[in-house]
Structures are given as structure tokens and as C-alpha cells.
């Protein structure tokens, strides 16, 4: 055994201690993913889990570093890069994703991508049209 | 300022970059000439040509210190650095068939699975899971 992986097993020891809140946490965050486009609330995933919700929020913060708030939003941009990337239009991908109103998902993606729905759409359609030109010219 | 590139000391640029394209699957991004040989050598994730650079790095061949802190990762098994997978387990069957050759089995500790393998250019590289 590497010196790493003994480190790994006494941190292991110290930090995941408690399985059961390891299997909690981990139930919680695949609530989260697989049903992101739903009306999740901290009362909904509290219920799931039949743990209370100051808990729930906290050990999701102990074990992941952030909210899980924080978490459904990174899940939703990403699966709306996704959605835009198929060809979605930018107000239909905002709602199949889980978001209730345009402006916070604009501006949401923007913060976390760097550009605007649409100009990540332009620029995904505009690539995989470059690329498709790239392979005739090679071909012909 | 922006995070853009991560670096990776690497023995022979070559060969690294035969690794951790052919096997490991990331692309080219730029490749060029810096003098006595060496080059400015970039990848990127395939499903992220956008995202953060990989700069394959000979360091441990001009400065002594990187070499000798490369060695000691090596020799203690730690990972110079780590990527994200969707599922170890898949990722660790595939590289198992290219000879990859790995220190540490898909593991789960708390909320994450990982495993840790060998780079051939010094360095072990872990990848990782959320679970």
C-alpha cells in the first residue's frame, strides 16, 4: 500500500465516518440530478430523505462544499448547454430545465458560462457547421 | 483573470502526448516550437474544446526541483493531479485494455469513487467520480 492510499484510509476514517449520512447525502444529490427540471424545494427533499431541513442543507454542505441549491442551478445550466446544443430554443430550454422566468436563467448562464444562451447556441450550431465544412474539404 | 491551463510535468513531450491522446482521449490543441526542441504542447477534453488546457510540460528535464518533486509523488503514489469521469468503474475496464497500468482499483470513499493509474511520464494521475 502506497503512502497515499494510507493517508487516504485515515482521512477516510475521520471525514466519512458516518455512512449514514454519507447514503443520505448521496441519495439527495441523485434526487437532485435526475429530477432537476422539477419544482425542487428544501421541504420536498427533506420529506425524501425524512431528515429536517436545517440538517439536510448542512450535511449537503459538509459533504459536497457547496448548497444543494447551488448544486440544482451548476445541474440545470448544464443540462441546458445540452438542450440549446440540439438545436432548443433559448426560452423553451429555460423552462424544460426547471427555470420559472427568462431573465434569471440568462442571466444565470451567462455568470457560470461566460456568454448569453443565444451566443453559446450560435457559437455550439456555428462549431459542429465548421467542423462538418473541415471533413468535406479533407475529403474532397 | 480567468483559469485556463493546468500543467503537467511530463518526461518526454512525445510520448505523453502519444498517452494521453491515443489512450486517455483528450485532443491537440496547439503544438509549437520553443527552442532546443521543446514545445508549447496543449490538449483539451474532447467534450470540452473550450475548457482549460492541458499543458504537457518538460520540466523535470531542465529544472531539477520539479524532477525531484515528480519522483516523490511518484515513489509515495500520489496524484499529480486528477480529471473528472462520469463513471470510474467504465473508465478503469477501458483503460485496463489499453495496459494502463493502475496503483489504486475504483475505490469509493464518502461521496466520491476514484482510481489512480500510471502516465508513463512520471507522474500518477487519478481520476474521479461524484457520487
Redesign the interface.
Known amino acids: 500500500m502506497t503512502f497515499y492510499e494510507k493517508e487516504l484510509n485515515r482521512i477516510r476514517s475521520i471525514v466519512y465516518s458516518s455512512e449514514e449520512q454519507v447514503k443520505t447525502v448521496i441519495g439527495i444529490r441523485n434526487y437532485i440530478k435526475n429530477n432537476c427540471e422539477a419544482n425542487l424545494n428544501l421541504d420536498l427533499l427533506s420529506n425524501i430523505q425524512l431528515v429536517s431541513k436545517y440538517h439536510l442543507l448542512r450535511l449537503f454542505k459538509k459533504y459536497y462544499g457547496i448548497t444543494p441549491k447551488q448544486y440544482l442551478i451548476d445541474t440545470r445550466i448544464e443540462k441546458s448547454k445540452e438542450h440549446l446544443i440540439n438545436g432548443m430554443s433559448v426560452t423553451e430550454t429555460c423552462f424544460a430545465v426547471g427555470f420559472e422566468s427568462l431573465g434569471s436563467f440568462s442571466t444565470l448562464f451567462k455568470t457560470k458560462t461566460g456568454k448569453s444562451p443565444s451566443e453559446y447556441q450560435k457559437e455550439q450550431l456555428s462549431r459542429s457547421k465548421i467542423n462538418l465544412e473541415f471533413s468535406t474539404l479533407e475529403d474532397s | 483573470m480567468k483559469v485556463t491551463l493546468i500543467s503537467i510535468p511530463v518526461r518526454d513531450q512525445e510520448k505523453a502526448l502519444n498517452f494521453y491522446t491515443e489512450k486517455l482521449g483528450f485532443i491537440k490543441k496547439r503544438d509549437l516550437p520553443l527552442e532546443g526542441g521543446n514545445r508549447w504542447l496543449t490538449l483539451v477534453s474532447p467534450e470540452w474544446q473550450d475548457g482549460p488546457e492541458l499543458l504537457l510540460e518538460p520540466a523535470p528535464n531542465h529544472f531539477e526541483p520539479s524532477k525531484v518533486f515528480q519522483d516523490a509523488l511518484m515513489e509515495?503514489?500520489?496524484?499529480y493531479t486528477q480529471f473528472d469521469v462520469d463513471d470510474v468503474e467504465a473508465e478503469y475496464q477501458r483503460l485496463l485494455k489499453l495496459d494502463v497500468d493502475f496503483?489504486?482499483k475504483p475505490t469509493e470513499?464518502?461521496?466520491v469513487k476514484f482510481a489512480?493509474f500510471n502516465d508513463t511520464c512520471g507522474n500518477?494521475i487519478q481520476i474521479v467520480e461524484?457520487?
Open positions: 509515495a503514489g500520489y496524484p496503483s489504486v470513499m464518502g461521496t489512480v500518477n461524484t457520487l
